[in-house]
């Protein structure tokens, strides 16, 4: 007899597969009219996934964190790959100015005053304690920017030099954030000269400067040798389009093998990677984009299931703390020193430039990445009552501040464009879309009649153009006779045979 089998990865698949079906169906609806990326859609339904009962991690027989560490970790390495091949070449020697003052004063000010915010609203924590913490951060975010810098709003209102700034920013960063982080854990773990060997060593020699000489010489090697592969005919073109995705996972893997930084040597990878060629060879296929965004909705779902929601509000730290925190962080993290600097960064070329690139910082998958670093290094500390309290903590002051990074920014676009017209946008959307829909039904129903007056045509494709948001009428018809031949043939043509047949 046949019985239901209602296990836990039948449940994710049907559940993950369905959304991914509906937000596909309102996704134009969604980012192109409404301009949300698909973080904060996900990040809901995630949440819905866990409060509704229909996700058990536990099932797996691994820990929730490994599975959160490992994803992160594939997320990050693809994204950062992609961001970095769609640079210009050789941006990262062109515009070393603009990303020295991002990722030395200005980064250093972001981790300094995260930590000092994190400090006054977190009870029981001493300031090395909210470095700590506020490394994790610190970075912003290169999947969330990535829905900042592409799509109708980035190109029609942000210049595209300052949008290739945060692309660069934002995948660098993240591997920059390595020595923030591990400066702050080892002065809680060593003494005197112990601390600048370990980091000067460990962090600045093996995780900074050799994951940026791997990323280097992998990149070079990758792009030299799919060049000469495609002059010599030997790669097919389905192979040439996911070779980006499979350098990701190979640079996330060999480079995990040694300890280095993977995520540095990634971008690194995929800027040294790039060139005009590659570029022009895939720009009008869409597969890139398409894996990433499910990459994006699969982790960001994720993330919705694993937030300690029911934690942010107990008496030892009240939810209110948490909320002061958040919107203090989101304005005086990184907006201040942005725009104290900008005359000094070439590439922000105005204050109201400054303003977006200050404010546009989010907190996202690369803060879930550092915190479970943080939380496996911790893992190897003498475990003091310090240790245990940073390693409670830790997790509910960055899941909340990826929270509020992806509300806030997730919806400050949309209320910036469109304000109060967004409901009349909605509506204006929804009824083209009724419209549309119409249309093509009418169009349809045309069709079958053209079919029933001249029976020796039978229709197989129309071309519909368009002009802006409204649909145009039907312009080409394309028909097939009774042999098989395929005619194209314009709505004169098509009305010229029906008089003819009637």
């Not at 029609?156 to 982080?181: H, K, M, Q, V, W």
């Not at 799919?226 to 030997?234: T, Y």
């Not at 989101?330 to 200050?358: D, N, T, Y």
Request: glycine fraction near 8%.
């Amino acid at each position: 007899m046949p019985t239901l089998a209602i296990s836990n990865f039948n449940l994710v698949c049907a559940l993950l597969g369905g959304f991914v079906i509906l937000f596909g169906l309102v996704s134009y609806l969604v980012r192109g009219k409404m301009y949300i990326s698909e973080a904060l859609p996900s990040l809901l339904f995630g949440t819905t996934f866990k409060v509704a009962g229909l996700f058990r991690p536990t099932l797996y027989g691994t820990t929730t964190a490994d599975i959160t560490r490992e994803f992160t970790r594939l997320v990050l390495g693809v994204q950062l790959v992609i961001g970095g091949v769609q640079l210009p070449g050789k941006y990262l020697w062109h515009e070393w100015r603009s990303l020295f003052m991002l990722l030395v004063p200005v980064m250093t000010t972001m981790w300094i005053v995260s930590a000092l915010i994190i400090y006054l609203c977190i009870p029981k924590l001493n300031y090395l304690d909210a470095l700590i913490i506020g490394a994790c951060v610190t970075p912003t975010d290169p999947v969330l920017s990535n829905s900042i810098v592409k799509g109708r709003f980035a190109e029609t209102s942000i210049a595209e030099p300052l949008r290739n700034l945060i692309s660069a920013e934002s995948g660098a960063n993240d591997g920059f954030g390595y020595p923030f982080l591990f400066l702050a854990l080892y002065i809680l773990r060593d003494n005197g000269a112990a601390i600048a060997r370990d980091w000067i060593v460990e962090t600045i020699i093996y995780e900074i400067i050799l994951s940026i000489v791997y990323g280097a010489v992998i990149g070079y090697i990758a792009m030299r040798t799919l060049h000469f592969a495609k002059e010599k005919n030997m790669v097919d073109d389905e192979s040439f389009v996911i070779f980006v995705f499979a350098l990701a996972l190979f640079i996330v893997g060999t480079a995990g093998l040694v300890g280095t930084d993977d995520l540095l040597a990634c971008f690194v990878a995929g800027n040294v990677f790039t060139c005009d060629w590659f570029r022009v060879e895939t720009e009008e296929d869409s597969l890139q984009s398409a894996l990433d965004m499910i990459l994006n909705v699969a982790m960001f779902t994720w993330l919705g299931t694993v937030i300690p929601w029911t934690d942010f509000n107990t008496p030892q730290i009240p939810v209110w703390r948490f909320v002061v925190m958040g919107l203090a962080i989101l304005v005086f993290r990184r907006l201040p020193i942005v725009l104290v600097l900008h005359k000094a960064i070439p590439r922000v070329e105005s204050f109201r430039e400054a303003i977006f690139a200050g404010f546009f910082g989010p907190i996202g998958v690369g803060a879930v990445f550092y915190l479970s670093l943080l939380l496996d290094t911790l893992a190897t500390f003498t475990q003091t009552e310090e240790v245990a309290y940073i390693a409670n903590v830790a997790p509910l002051v960055i899941y909340f501040l990826v929270v509020s990074s992806v509300i806030v920014h997730g919806i400050s676009i949309p209320a910036l464009v469109l304000g109060p017209t967004m409901p009349r946008t909605l509506s204006r959307s929804l009824t083209q879309l009724g419209s549309v829909t119409a249309r093509q039904f009418s169009t349809f129903s045309r069709s079958m009649t053209i079919v029933e007056r001249a029976p020796e045509l039978r229709i197989t494709h129309r071309n519909i153009a368009t002009s802006g948001d409204e649909a145009d009428e039907l312009d080409n018809i394309y028909v097939v006779d009774i042999a098989g031949n395929r005619e194209g043939r314009d709505k004169r043509a098509i009305s010229h045979s029906i008089g003819s047949v009637s």
